[in-house]
């Protein structure tokens, strides 16, 4: 069983869409992490929810917006997606939100191209 | 503020060489740890070690190593006699907490290490 699943793998879509990605997570972690992972393969924190809860949102766009149903699952939705969306996004989890020592645990990615 | 430097971009050796992949960090935390993780061609993110601010002992699994160096603020990973396998892109991350107390991982650029047989 994968740990941490995102759907899709793939996503091609053209300028001005909508657009959402999944992950789940079957650790039975309670802190959910969103990154994006430019061109150069920079990769940067936007999101992180514990137990459904908001805990780090940094400089996003507010097109961005995160949803956590319950603590196995954080969504991003992206609306009006633009050119310079185009990236790698990776899902992570890990076991509390406040220590330093969690290893977070990666999905496989979500590679966005916007045409 | 947190910052990692992984100051090689990419790296290629011939199988059967060592190879050292450099990693600098500075942070003000006096607790903080550090880890390594891997990205194969394939794309996924794969963890391969951590590391607390309070030990430094080497550490070594099968043919990779860790030397963790407190003064000079550095976290270094050789592979010793590598292989084609090895090749991949390797980031250093930092972990500490941000100014809300809540863990925040910062990584390193990413080396990219190609291994010709």
């Known amino acids: 069983d994968t740990a941490v699943s995102q759907t899709p793998k793939y996503l091609v879509t053209q300028m001005g869409n909508d657009k959402s990605i999944k992950c789940e997570q079957n650790?039975?972690?309670?802190?959910m992490y969103w990154y994006k992972q430019d061109s150069k393969k920079f990769l940067k924190i936007m999101f992180s929810?514990?137990?459904?809860?908001?805990?780090i949102n940094e400089t996003v766009p507010n097109r961005f917006s995160p949803k956590s149903p319950d603590k196995a699952h954080l969504n991003l939705h992206i609306n009006s997606l633009e050119l310079g969306d185009s990236a790698v996004y990776f899902c992570?989890?890990?076991?509390?939100?406040?220590?330093?020592?969690?290893?977070?645990?990666f999905g496989a990615g979500t590679r966005l191209s916007v045409l | 503020a947190q910052k990692v430097t992984q100051a090689q971009t990419e790296i290629s050796v011939v199988e059967k060489e060592d190879v050292t992949l450099d990693c600098v960090y500075e942070?003000?935390?006096?607790?903080?740890?550090l880890f390594w993780y891997k990205q194969p061609p394939s794309g996924e993110l794969v963890f391969l070690i951590r590391?607390?601010?309070?030990?430094?002992q080497n550490e070594i699994s099968g043919r990779y190593s860790w030397n963790f160096q407190k003064s000079t603020s550095s976290f270094n990973f050789t592979i010793t006699a590598s292989q084609v396998v090895d090749s991949a892109v390797y980031f250093c991350?930092?972990?500490?907490?941000?100014?809300?107390?809540?863990?925040?991982?910062?990584f390193g650029t990413g080396t990219k290490l190609q291994v010709i047989p």
């Open positions: 992570a989890s890990s076991q509390g939100r406040l220590r330093a020592k969690n290893i977070q645990y």
């Open positions: 650790l039975g972690h309670d802190t």
């Open positions: 929810y514990n137990n459904k809860e908001l805990i």
């Open positions: 942070t003000r935390d006096t607790t903080y740890y």
């Open positions: 590391r607390n601010s309070f030990d430094e």
């Open positions: 991350a930092l972990s500490g907490r941000n100014s809300g107390g809540y863990q925040k991982v910062t």
